[in-house]
């Protein structure tokens, strides 16, 4: 139901006509819950709970809702426990009137503040407690992310709308069977898999949580380290759904979010998946639109090589062949490098060992000077 105001009724969020209107429609259908699509003061969900006869909850508590159902670890849970109490804590204040009226005298506390000043108080001990275990897990993933940058691998992030098929596309790249699920914020955690492009360059792919329009404000604080990893990428690959017919409105806001976290300026590519939901008329509006765009289907792994070469492009690899002589205490030091090449043959003679393998000029050059730095080089 929709209704065009200014602002909302202070009192019931909508206007007494419609609220009587809203609840003639509730006994009709028998729906015993009522979502708004705006966040509510803790009085107007009162009022209109008191009014309607039903439970009333406001979009952010849908959204925190969907999020503590999908995550799984520990990290995951901590954040949406954290962006609950946040969003929760200034409401118990308008609850703590409405109990303590029960009670209250001249100079006297009604037992519904005396209550309000406990749960205050156990919930900004819980958000002390969570911040600092957060903290600690932020220091954990800072020394796995320095781990990843003084690495050979590339990381590449894929990035996007809520329910437009990354999880999908990156288990299609990786081998791996990651959570996929047609539902809004299936992944609610970083994951990270080692790929190995067509190349021989092996990569890190990063699987992240999907953005959304006005994201609440409290789940943005506390998704804050999650969101973080993304401005470490070497590459984003943007993610979208091209059967979605909102896809530009929707990409807008996901580069708006970039925007908001630090990684506006980093390198991307644009994908868009799902065209196996499209018709050829669709297919075709689209190219116009996103001329330098990858179509691909993650669920048909139609183009899927596209998007690889793509990768490969944005990353600037190209393929050379080299030949490396190395001293046989030198295996260690090329050892490190191993994964990022595709080796063509070894040969391994008495004092020397020669390799000849293909890779990309950053990732030669890189390897000669670490061995060379250790006196490995012949």
Not at 5 to 12: N, T
Not at 300 to 325: C, F, M, S
Request: aromatic share 6%.
């Amino acid at each position: 139901m929709i209704q065009n105001l200014d602002y909302p009724d202070p009192r019931h969020y909508l206007g007494k006509g419609k609220v009587d209107f809203a609840k003639r429609m509730l006994e009709s259908c028998g729906a015993k819950t009522v979502i708004t699509r705006h966040e509510l003061s803790p009085s107007q969900a009162f009022n209109l709970e008191k009014h309607l006869g039903a439970k009333v909850i406001d979009r952010t508590q849908l959204i925190l809702k969907i999020f503590a159902d999908h995550a799984t670890t520990k990290e995951g849970k901590l954040e949406v426990e954290l962006a609950s109490l946040k969003y929760q804590l200034p409401r118990l204040k308008g609850y703590g009137k409405i109990l303590s009226q029960t009670g209250g005298g001249i100079g006297t506390r009604g037992p519904g503040e005396k209550k309000l000043e406990i749960d205050r108080r156990l919930a900004q001990d819980r958000i002390t407690r969570l911040k600092r275990e957060l903290e600690e897990l932020k220091r954990q993933r800072e020394v796995s992310r320095k781990r990843r940058v003084d690495s050979t691998s590339p990381l590449v992030s894929f990035v996007g709308y809520t329910n437009v098929g990354k999880s999908s596309l990156v288990s299609l790249l990786s081998g791996e069977n990651l959570l996929i699920q047609d539902k809004l914020f299936a992944t609610l955690d970083t994951r990270v898999r080692r790929v190995r492009l067509t190349s021989g360059l092996q990569i890190l792919v990063s699987d992240t949580v999907g953005f959304i329009r006005e994201l609440p404000h409290e789940l943005m604080e506390s998704f804050r380290a999650t969101l973080d990893e993304v401005r470490f990428s070497d590459l984003l690959v943007i993610v979208s759904d091209a059967s979605d017919t909102a896809v530009r409105e929707k990409l807008a806001v996901v580069g708006k979010t970039l925007e908001e976290i630090g990684s506006g300026e980093i390198e991307s590519i644009h994908v868009l998946n799902k065209i196996d939901r499209c018709t050829a008329e669709r297919l075709m509006e689209l190219r116009c639109i996103f001329p330098e765009s990858v179509m691909v289907s993650a669920l048909k792994g139609e183009n899927i090589d596209e998007l690889v070469v793509a990768i490969q492009r944005a990353l600037g690899v190209e393929k050379k062949i080299w030949t490396l002589r190395l001293k046989p205490d030198g295996l260690v030091c090329f050892m490190k490098f191993r994964d990022s090449l595709e080796i063509i043959s070894q040969e391994y003679r008495e004092d020397v060992i020669e390799i000849q393998y293909l890779s990309s000029d950053e990732i030669h050059e890189r390897m000669i000077s670490s061995i060379c730095e250790e006196g490995k080089c012949l």
